[in-house]
């Protein structure tokens, strides 16, 4: 996969995905949306990547947003579909059928957070900075963040983040739930990556009836959430995995999951 702005590699069942534009902080360009879509569509559908890192290259930056130069000129037919394009790729993120984990690696500011908040789980290093500053520009946060945001670390402090429009560190953001952990810098991508190791040794359809599982059951009422749990449930009993894990288990060894 050659793509300008991505640096792409694969390795021991985890794909990197590293947003590749030190030189502007990694800020998000549409071509970087369009390869970001081409590199989920390539790893969506190779059997060797059964999760996926998502980074930024360089120290500094993980994406220091929206590459604003791009949409300085938008009017409100332009900013609506210039808002469902990236809305699109972070719907794809979060529904992509493997885990996925931001490693936030500085400042992911606007469209950075916003992507972090699509990955299924985010590790922060100690220096990252995260932010939903786009009321400073006169625009709202468009991919994603209003209602993610929320749904992840609760209205209060969505508003008080959007509003103020306020950067916050590494160890506010893991205290509010908008990071999993965090870790020193140095320790970033290790730690990702053994997250990312963790989770692979488990049934990848487990894994991904899981992430359907949660991600549709947040826009159902609890008793429809549990109704939809009941079927994933009974879909993930039909599958030769489970019979593998049982009887792995029964006869104390490792399983061995087929993905079927
Ligand atoms: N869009 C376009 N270019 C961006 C960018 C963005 N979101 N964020 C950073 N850059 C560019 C800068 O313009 C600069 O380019 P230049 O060297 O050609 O002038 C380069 O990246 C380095 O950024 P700089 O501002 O010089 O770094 P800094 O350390 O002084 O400040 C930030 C870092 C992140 C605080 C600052 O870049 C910033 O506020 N960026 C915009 C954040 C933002 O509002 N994002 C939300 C957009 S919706």
Known sequence: MELKNLLIKKGDGVGWI??????????????TIEELRTAFGEFGGDPEV???????????????GADISEFIHLDAEKGR???????ELTA????????????????????GTEFALACHVRIASENAKLGQPEVKLGI????????????????????????????VEAAEAREAGLVNTVVPAAELLS??????????????????????????????????GLELE?????????TADFR????AFIEKRKPDFQGR
Not at 231 to 237: A, D, L, N, Y
């Open 18 to 31: 590293t947003i590749n534009r030190p030189e502007k902080l990694n800020a998000m360009n549409i071509e």
């Open 191 to 224: 730690a990702a990556e053994a997250m990312a190791k963790e989770m692979i040794k488990n049934a990848p359809l487990a894994l991904a009836y899981s992430i359907e599982a949660i991600n549709q059951g947040l826009d159902r009422t609890l008793p429809e």
């Open 92 to 111: 794809t993120i979060e529904n992509f059928p493997k885990p996925v984990i931001a490693a936030i690696n500085g400042y992911a500011l606007g469209g």
């Open 244 to 247: 593998e894990g049982a009887k």
């Open 81 to 87: 579909e210039y808002s469902r394009r990236g809305q």
């Open 50 to 64: 059964r999760a996926v890192i998502l980074t930024g290259a360089g120290e500094k930056a993980f994406v220091a």
């Open 140 to 167: 709202v946060p468009g991919y994603g963040g209003t209602q993610r945001l929320s749904r992840l670390v609760g209205k209060g402090k969505a508003m008080e983040m959007i509003l103020s429009g306020r950067i």
């Open 230 to 238: 009941a079927e994933i449930f009974g879909r993930c009993c039909a």
